[in-house]
């Protein structure tokens, strides 16, 4: 009785592919008019000079409500080899992390009257950024 209940299996699910093939779809034409009205949106303006504050955060709402974000690094992550690396990259929480407090502490020294520094600062920061970048790309190839 043991000995059968061990080779005993499951039969799969069956799935319904043609409901997720129609679901995969479908998404893509309507993912690329809303990147396609979205880099209009920002160019219009930009064109005509609209505040860049409020243009970034409708680019953020807009991408964040839409899953805008989420198909470009899925298309992004199709290029053989280097896309799933550029996507790791890009999701490092690391390097949000460092840019944040790099945003942060520019800010603080900007009003403290440091604004020189704050470049040097800035220029060593995306230096340790793309450094780190270009090493994790290399070690992925070694």
Do not use: C
């Amino acid at each position: 009785m043991i000995k059968r209940l061990r080779t005993r299996r499951h039969p799969a699910r069956p799935t319904n592919t043609a409901a997720l093939e129609t679901a995969s779809n479908s998404t893509w034409p309507q993912m690329l008019l809303w990147a396609i009205g979205l880099a209009a949106l920002i160019a219009i303006g930009v064109f005509l000079g609209w505040d860049t504050r409020v243009l970034a955060g409708v680019a953020v709402l807009v991408g964040l409500v839409s899953g805008l974000f989420v198909w470009m690094l899925g298309l992004i992550a199709v290029v053989p080899l280097i896309g799933p690396l550029i996507v790791k990259v890009l999701s490092f929480s690391f390097i949000w992390l460092l840019n944040a407090l790099g945003y942060l502490v520019s800010y603080v020294a900007i009003r403290r009257g440091y604004s020189r520094d704050v470049l040097t600062y800035r220029g060593l920061t995306m230096a340790l950024l793309i450094g780190i970048v270009i090493g994790y790309v290399v070690a992925q190839f070694i």
